[in-house]
């Protein structure tokens, strides 16, 4: 957990371009899996859009449905 935990915080802090303490003084842990797990739904998105190929019903009812 703390691996990943410290994956993570690298990760976003070099996405947003601002330090790993600023990033913990601004944003709880749960904010900063919340805007990764975005940020990964968009990256899959786009690169969908990219490959112009289709996702079955199934896969984004899967994917995206809150319940």
């Known amino acids: 957990m703390i691996t990943e935990n410290n994956e993570l915080l690298d ?11 600023e990033l913990t003084q601004k944003y709880t842990m749960s904010q900063l ?5 975005e940020i990964e739904h968009k990256t899959k998105y786009q690169k969908h859009l990219d490959n112009k190929k289709e ?3 199934e896969y984004v009812i899967k994917e995206f449905s809150p319940l």
Do not use: C, H, V
């Open 55 to 57: 996702f079955p019903t």
């Open 11 to 21: 990760y976003l802090s070099k996405f947003y371009g601002i330090s790993i303490d």
């Open 33 to 37: 899996e919340d805007a990764y797990n």
